[in-house]
């Protein structure tokens, strides 16, 4: 089962607008990342937030984490065309298996 | 370019063929997995390994082994392919947790 569950499954928005996704997890965690994957590639990672931070910044991406709320919200602001991807977001429970779960991830169309 | 190196990239297999995918680091990391990815289901993890020698199982294991006799190498076996293993193979590596993951460029198996 997913540990992560990305909210909407499918965004399209303008360019120049801001883009919000949205992930839910059940158990706690020690960190969350996103990553971003374009169509027919691998994925790239684009931000790590541990479970005692409550805001990241990375260039036009801010993360946040509500441990309280098991979520975490990824804002993409002043989207451009090339931000056109999915998105993933990838917990590691810190405990047992050694490895990250990811989410069904949230398709991002950014029209030019 | 230093990351993560998939072969092969596609392959097609008749039900009951084995095959080897093999996955090649050159960035010295401990931690090396194996996900598939299907339509609307995110990534879930095969097997992984956190050092070299070691493996260990992921959330769906059955059908495939795994061997990680090279750091720099984790390759990822189908003894008997079936229809349910056609699937896009994601091999990624990471120093340990809770680092980001590199991902490879992906392997695409269709099992008919």
């Known amino acids: 089962s997913q540990q992560g569950e990305e909210d909407p499954q499918a965004l399209s928005i303008q360019e120049g607008e801001n883009a919000t996704m949205n992930c839910s997890y059940k158990?706690?965690?020690?960190?969350l990342q996103w990553y971003r994957q374009n169509s027919g590639r691998g994925l790239v990672h684009l931000i790590l937030?541990?479970?005692?931070?409550r805001e990241k910044h990375s260039g036009r991406l801010r993360v946040t984490l509500d441990t309280s709320k098991k979520s975490s919200s990824l804002l993409i602001t002043a989207s451009r065309a090339a931000d056109t991807a999915s998105y993933f977001c990838?917990?590691?429970?810190?405990?047992?298996?050694?490895?990250?779960?990811f989410g069904s991830g949230t398709r991002l169309q950014v029209q030019p | 370019n230093a990351g993560v190196t998939q072969t092969p990239k596609f392959r097609v297999l008749k039900t009951g063929q084995s095959m080897t995918l093999l996955c090649a680091q050159d960035?010295?990391?401990?931690?090396m997995y194996w996900y598939r990815q299907d339509p609307g289901m995110g990534l879930r993890l095969i097997h992984y390994?956190?050092?070299?020698?070691?493996?260990a199982k992921g959330e769906v294991p059955d059908g495939y082994n795994v061997s990680r006799l090279k750091k720099q190498n984790f390759l990822l076996g189908l003894e008997s392919a079936a229809p349910s293993q056609t699937s896009v193979y994601f091999c990624?590596?990471?120093?340990?947790?809770?680092?980001?993951?590199?991902f490879g460029s992906g392997t695409r198996l269709t099992v008919v």
């Open positions: 960035m010295n990391h401990e931690y």
């Open positions: 937030i541990r479970s005692n931070e």
């Open positions: 990624a590596s990471s120093w340990e947790i809770p680092y980001g993951y590199t």
């Open positions: 990838a917990t590691d429970a810190g405990t047992g298996r050694r490895a990250l779960t």
């Open positions: 158990t706690s965690i020690n960190n």
């Open positions: 390994s956190v050092g070299e020698g070691t493996t």
